[in-house]
């Protein structure tokens, strides 16, 4: 058990404890209605300053990782998307490295053995990743039928396929499964539990992992946990929180009664996501947009790219060159651009 | 190269979706469902259960109830009040709830809960009205 | 190659990828023989007017720092930030999945989890937060950050030195995070405390002066030349002409000095020579080398963006005096990562030349219409499918052959079927190597980016691991015994590495190859290679 992981736990159960202690004492406005405002104007105020801080610093130099075959001649086949000429290609590459993620995919793990070297396809991290982004987008579109009303349909049609498969457990110690398994959840908790295991047992990635890369994935397990406990444990009214979430999104606040700690903790957990977002590694959500090696085009001898803050430099001119090495070359029957003069000036300075 | 205006594109796209149930909700009155007690529930005063209970847990109680009738033909339900009551939700659910549509689905609609009690069971009071 | 250098088998058997118990930030850097590069000779850093030239030692305490470092540090990582995005968003982005970890030659090599590369940037990445972070700040080495110490920067030169800056971790990082970036922003940052190494400082002061890193003056220069070509005539009857310097002449040629200068990158010089020959003699083509533009390579890149700029400004102030057409560039890695990336948008626009035409195909290459350089296996390809060469490649039979992708033409360009096709017209005898080995997931030959000195041998046979590990995998399965490439550093890097870990490996350049097979104009019967060896069912010709 390391310290980094550990001090992450510790925060995430200190939060836990926070929101129980803070809406058990009558709190419920502060967790229910201040912090989740302050956690979204941080969140939104915190992405824009990142995001546009990274639109503030230039591009200056295309240098695209080119991963297939370049655009030459035409009967070379070019790789349009991996080494992508056009901004289509681009375009295309783009969607599949967001969507799907496409380098990622490409992982491989190396293994020695008896001093050869093999590199298989490891495609854990590729699943794990995928199903945990998916399963936290679709828990989050489902969600909306707490925050709109009338819910769209497109939202009730994404949590009917999110519960199509039913899994009723009806007995006296335990009851399971009512109302409808949201498999979103279940995956979600699952990935992020992988996703942690893989960070706590493969060593190297232990060795890599810091604090900040433990506390999200607690955070998410927290919010994940909390969520299908009140679904599918303890039970909460919700008709009455959607009051309460109806209320934040429509400026009609209000805390009805009967709604227990354990939505606050939930909401709690949630705001302070939304709230560390901005200032951590989460960004890469905005970042892989940004990526200077993935979203230029490669036609970099084709299409001259501008870089706004070349400024000149010292060269050592042709004239300098030829200076020192007059004598040299004409010996060495070289052309020169000046025959010696009987007595030979000063080598020139080195010009701007 | 200029991208800025993209990438402040991109981030408005993004608030903007993001801010979706602030816009959605724009103007629109949200009240909260008022299920409708008919008579007899009102003269009854209390469910098989206490109100709390049954606002958040009815599911469970309906699923305990449905295994017990028909995997075991077991159809008294005695209440922790002591209280004898027999499961069934047509003759005692729907007894006291007789509107469907005025009651189960004021909640039900609200929340998007999407029930199957009614794939078998017959909804009394539309053949009423 | 140093005594000290572990033999291979050693090198495997203290080959460990398990990290150490206590955490990086915890483990204090030791800088160890055989994996650092010399300290930059003051007088190399002088000739360029770079910061704080003086004699200093890697091993000694005290580096002879200006008192203010932290803060020209701090500035100049500053500075960067507001000028680079990569460098800007690299820093924010990374998630430490872990998936570069196993990606770098240095790691799989050395088995040092500071080789991995998201270490490597997290070894910049913790000043950054430092410096730069409000949590960063607040919650100290808690968010991963810690202050710039000395410790740190003697961590941050002898990691910055030991990545070639090959890109095969950007390939698999899923926000495309690119190290060489890193270590490019990070040697930039080093070289603003005069903190380079010799191997790269004293080849960029030569460049300056002379035009080339090996500081061949002018005269030499056609010197060596001349000896191939008496070589060449020695081999084939046929004495190539070589034009230099020559104004007006339609195309402008440059190649890595490297190749003028040590095996077996010379043989691939004469390949270009008897290439430039033939078409000379068939299709009156008119090229001229240049003594003052006579280096393809750039160790400037290794240096900072500005250096890289002050040497590259050459090739077109050359083309610009010479008024050549368009220029042709020769098998280089780096280079080309030069020139296919920074080159035009440096130095450029080079509108005083025209879009290259091929003058004996009339093939137009619209992939360099802007930059106006085109690569010699682009050329040699087209030259090829439009049939213009007479080939033999039968000559070629003896050489069993793969190919290794050289870093930067691989995945700083994408350049995978010319040379593959050219190989395939002038040599009857070519194996892939395992696919997780070759084109965009190539392995660096372990020496580039400026690493290729004599006193870091084990660090860079250690790195040479996994690329000698598939070669030895297709000499064990094919009979493979030449390993062709088209990169400078590669034909200097490649046969030590080989000697090391598959000594019965050969090492040649894509023209070389071209040279075997290409039938000169009354040539005579010839009896050996470019390498004086016996040409298949010659072997006997001499007894």
Request: proline letters at 6%; a neutral charge; hydrophobic letters at 40%.
């Amino acid at each position: 058990m390391n310290k980094n992981y550990l001090v992450s736990l510790l925060a995430v159960i200190g939060l836990f404890v926070i929101a129980w202690v803070g809406s058990a004492i009558g709190l419920k406005w502060l967790f229910g209605i201040v912090i989740p405002y302050a956690a979204l104007v941080v969140f939104v105020a915190g992405v824009w300053r990142k995001v546009m801080g990274w639109a503030r610093s230039p591009v200056p130099f295309r240098i695209p990782t080119t991963c297939g075959q370049q655009k030459t001649m035409p009967w070379i086949k070019q790789a349009a998307i991996e080494n992508p000429s056009t901004k289509g290609g681009v375009f295309v590459r783009m969607l599949l490295e967001i969507l799907a993620f496409r380098s990622l995919f490409r992982n491989t793990r190396m293994k020695m053995r008896e001093g050869k070297l093999s590199y298989n396809l490891e495609i854990f991290l590729w699943v794990g990743a995928l199903a945990f982004h998916y399963a936290f987008l679709t828990t989050l579109v489902r969600h909306l039928r707490f925050f709109t009303e009338p819910i769209p349909s497109w939202v009730s049609l994404i949590e009917k396929v999110d519960s199509f498969f039913r899994v009723e457990i009806m007995y006296d110690p335990i009851h399971f499964g009512l109302p409808g398994i949201y498999v979103s959840g279940l995956v979600l908790l699952a990935a992020v539990t992988y996703l942690f295991l893989r960070r706590l047992f493969v060593r190297p990635v232990r060795y890599i992992s810091l604090a900040s890369d433990y506390f999200p994935l607690f955070l998410i397990m927290g919010i994940a946990l909390t969520g299908i406990f009140m679904r599918y444990f303890t039970k909460v009214d919700i008709t009455s929180i959607k009051e309460l979430t109806m209320g934040l999104v429509t400026f009609h606040w209000s805390i009805p009664e009967g709604i227990g700690n354990l939505f606050f903790v939930h909401l709690f957990f949630v705001s302070v996501l939304l709230a560390y977002f901005p200032f951590s590694k989460l960004m890469h959500m905005g970042g892989v947009f940004l990526s200077p090696t993935r979203n230029l085009t490669a036609n970099t001898r084709e299409v001259r790219h501008v870089n706004p803050w070349n400024y000149p430099v010292k060269v050592h001119t042709y004239e300098a060159y030829e200076d020192e090495f007059r004598e040299k070359m004409i010996e060495a029957g070289l052309p020169v651009e000046k025959m010696p003069e009987p007595k030979p000036e000063e080598p020139k300075e080195e010009k701007e | 190269m200029n991208d800025k205006k993209y990438i402040l594109g991109g981030l408005l796209i993004f608030i903007v979706l993001f801010a979706f149930p602030f816009w959605f909700n724009l103007g629109k009155a949200a009240p909260a469902p008022n299920p409708v007690l008919s008579e007899k529930a009102k003269a009854a005063g209390k469910c098989v259960m206490p109100t709390e209970f049954m606002r958040a847990e009815h599911m469970k109680l309906l699923g305990m109830w449905r295994r017990s009738v028909v995997r075991h033909a077991k159809r008294e339900f005695i209440n922790p009040e002591g209280k004898q009551y027999t499961m069934s939700l047509q003759n005692t659910c729907l007894n006291c709830h007789d509107n469907k549509a005025k009651f189960c689905d004021k909640c039900h609609d609200y929340a998007s809960v999407d029930v199957y009690c009614w794939d078998c069971h017959i909804d009394k009071s539309k053949g009423e009205e | 190659m140093a005594d000290e250098t572990p033999k291979p088998s050693e090198l495997l058997a203290k080959l460990d990828h398990r990290p150490p118990a206590t955490g990086w930030m915890d483990t204090p850097v030791e800088i160890r023989k055989g994996m650092y590069c010399y300290a930059a000779n003051p007088k190399s850093v002088k000739a360029l007017g770079l910061p704080n030239a003086r004699q200093w030692n890697p091993l000694d305490d005290d580096w002879k720092l200006p008192d203010n470092w932290q803060q020209i540090l701090h500035e100049g990582f500053k500075e960067r930030l507001e000028k680079f995005r990569t460098f800007k968003v690299f820093m924010d982005i990374c998630v430490r999945c872990g998936a570069c970890a196993d990606k770098c030659h240095f790691f799989i090599g050395t088995g040092d989890p500071k080789n991995m590369p998201v270490l490597r940037a997290e070894l910049l990445r913790s000043v950054y937060r430092n410096d730069f972070t409000t949590f960063g700040r607040i919650l100290g080495r808690l968010g991963g950050a810690r202050p710039m110490t000395m410790n740190v920067l003697k961590e941050w030169w002898y990691y910055m030195f030991q990545c070639t800056e090959c890109r095969r971790c950007s390939v698999f990082c899923p926000y495309g995070i690119d190290t060489a970036e890193i270590t490019i922003m990070g040697r930039e940052l080093l070289n603003l405390l005069g903190l380079n190494i010799d191997w790269i400082a004293t080849p960029v002061a030569n460049c300056y002066r002379t035009g080339n890193h090996l500081g061949i003056q002018p005269h030499a220069f056609k010197d060596m030349i001349d000896f191939f070509c008496d070589d060449i005539e020695e081999i084939t009857g046929i004495r190539p002409n070589p034009q230099f310097n020559k104004k007006g002449a339609d195309i402008l040629f440059i190649t890595p000095s490297g190749d003028v200068f040590a095996d077996p990158g010379t043989y691939t010089c004469m390949g270009y020579l008897m290439l430039f020959h033939f078409l000379q003699e068939k299709y009156g083509f008119d090229i001229t080398w240049s003594t003052y533009a006579s280096e393809g390579g750039n160790f400037g890149f290794f240096t900072s963006h500005e250096v890289m700029k002050r040497l590259n400004a050459k090739m077109y102030l050359e083309a610009k005096r010479l008024g050549v057409k368009w220029i042709l560039g020769g098998e280089c890695g780096h280079m080309w990562r030069v020139i296919h990336q920074y080159m035009d948008t440096m130095n450029g626009p080079a509108d005083f030349l025209e879009e290259p035409v091929n003058p004996v195909t009339g093939t137009k290459f619209e992939n360099a219409k802007s930059t106006k350089m085109v690569h010699i296996a682009e050329f040699t390809a087209d030259l090829i499918k439009h049939g213009k060469l007479d080939l033999d490649p039968s000559r070629n039979d003896n050489k069993i052959i793969t190919f290794h992708d050289s870093c930067n033409p691989a995945r700083g360009m994408g350049m995978f079927e010319e040379p593959r096709y050219v190989i395939r017209n002038v040599a009857n005898h070519f194996y892939e190597m395992p696919a997780n080995t070759i084109r965009e997931n190539t392995f660096c030959c372990g020496s580039g980016a400026g690493l290729n000195a004599g006193e870091n041998m084990e660090l860079r046979m250690a790195g040479g691991l996994p690329r000698a590990n598939a070669v030895k995998y297709v000499h064990e399965k094919f009979g493979v015994n030449m390993l062709a490439c088209i990169c400078a550093i590669d034909r200097a890097a490649l046969p030590t590495s080989m000697e090391y870990w598959v000594p019965e490996m050969d090492v040649t350049g894509l023209h070389e190859l071209v040279a075997n097979a290409l039938i000169l104009p009354g040539e005579k019967q010839r009896e050996t290679d470019l390498r004086g060896e016996p040409l298949p069912g010659m072997e006997d010709a001499d007894e």
